[in-house]
């Protein structure tokens, strides 16, 4: 397992280019299984995730490869011959679960292994499995895995969400292109990666309207074929850098992203004391003066994200003031506040807030990655802490971010990584 040494107390400055979204990518190579041919996806990073999906799509049968000159991922789903997402693979990416609706559609039969526990919380999917139960499909429990079974297709019906979920919304939405009738998803969650979802199915022949909106109708037909799509901008490696110069100082100017997927970050961190300059595809962040904490409160979409609250968190440790961060959607996702505390954050858990002292520094520690945005946390409460930090367990960090270190270390970050 390797481990990260990052030197802190280093300002940021120059210009980092934002990758494609693992959140929108994951789908997007899960949406190929839906129709034969081949596909063509631009802007997928190259992280740990996407190849274990890549890794999934091929136990299915289905062939890849990554066209250099323009560094595309073509993704020919002709030959399917397996419908079973093995334990081995699901248990390294919860995200496999997103094979479940398209499998479903195009083969009328999976075997999913049930997702087991998170670092973040208990996360079940049964409103996946519920919504699939609408469309008609015989669910069952067999050892472990999720079995589904359809004669004929799918048919088309109202799926409504208690809470909105991300992956749940985009595999009934996969599912749903090719079942009979109409189907409308009312409740769905509204994260710019299902509007990139919706996109390329929609490239791919299907019938979708309410793109961006809670209530998702879906007109089914009777096939689809391969298409072309472009992951969007990562929000959330975006949204990790502006934050980053909050805590080091400096500026850095963010290329290739999408400021208005990050509207309620970029509202926070200017009442923070940020600098920050919207471009249609870039942005400027500096840091001039002090920090002033503020208050957070993680919602869907458009609030302000879940992925970005540990993130936050690092930075009003070394703010000025008292800061109430409280996590909405995930029961467990504070397991960073006892490794910020190892660096000397001021931090109580209350419940599903979290009470942030700020101080005025933080000291180099050896930490523990626990989860991907938990890591990244630390990262930016190690680039703006007294001495040299440790971070064991930095495979998280690679199931997310694409050349976390290189980018930062491009910027004047001195991060070094080291092979066990
Ligand atoms: N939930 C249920 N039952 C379900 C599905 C969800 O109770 O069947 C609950 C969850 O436990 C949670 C809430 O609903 O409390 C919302 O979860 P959601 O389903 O939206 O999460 P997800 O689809 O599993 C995606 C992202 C996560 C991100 C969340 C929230 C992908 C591949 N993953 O997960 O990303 O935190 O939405 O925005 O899109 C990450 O990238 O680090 C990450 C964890």
Known sequence: MDKIF???????????????????????????????????????????????????????????QRREKDNALLIDATNLDNIEASYDLVKTMRASVLV?????????????SLPGGCAIGARPIDFHMQGLGR??????????????????RLQGSDVN???????????????????????????????????????????????IEGKGTDRLVVHGVNELRSAEARVIPDRIETGTYLIAVGATGGELTLTDCDPTHLASLIDKL?????????????????????LKSVDIKTMPYPGFPTDLQAQIMALMSISQGLSVITETIFEN???????????????????????VKGRSGLSGAQVMATDLRASASLVIAAL????????????????GYDNLAGKLNNVGARIRRVKE
Not at 12 to 21: N, P, V, Y
Not at 270 to 290: C, F, Q, Y
Not at 384 to 399: F, N, P, Q
């Open 6 to 64: 990052i030197e802190g107390g280093r300002t940021l400055k120059g210009s980092i280019r934002i990758s494609g979204a693992k959140n929108a990518a994951l789908p997007l190579m899960a949406a190929t299984i839906l129709a034969p041919g081949q596909h063509v996806l631009h802007n997928v990073p190259d992280l740990r995730d996407t190849r274990t999906m890549l890794v999934l799509l091929e136990s299915f049968g289905i062939t890849w």
């Open 100 to 112: 479940l609706g398209p499998l479903l559609a195009r083969m009328g039969q999976a075997r999913v």
């Open 135 to 152: 469309l008609g499909v015989e669910l069952s429990l067999e050892q472990g895995y999720v079995e589904g079974k359809i004669d004929g």
């Open 161 to 207: 969400f208690d809470i909105p979920s991300v992956t749940g919304t985009e595999n009934i939405l996969m599912a749903a292109t090719l079942a009979e009738g109409v189907t409308t998803i009312k409740n769905a969650a509204r994260e710019p990666e299902i509007g990139n979802l919706v996109d390329m199915l929609i490239n791919m022949g299907a019938r």
């Open 270 to 290: 200017r009442e923070v004391g940020l600098d920050i300059e919207e471009g249609v595809d870039h942005l400027w962040v500096a840091r001039h003066g002090a």
């Open 333 to 355: 996702r504070f397991m960073h506040v006892a490794e910020l505390a190892r660096m000397g954050a001021d931090i109580r858990i209350d419940g599903k807030s979290s009470i």
């Open 384 to 399: 703006a802490a007294e001495g040299e930090t440790e971070i064991s367990r930095v495979y998280h960090l690679d199931r």
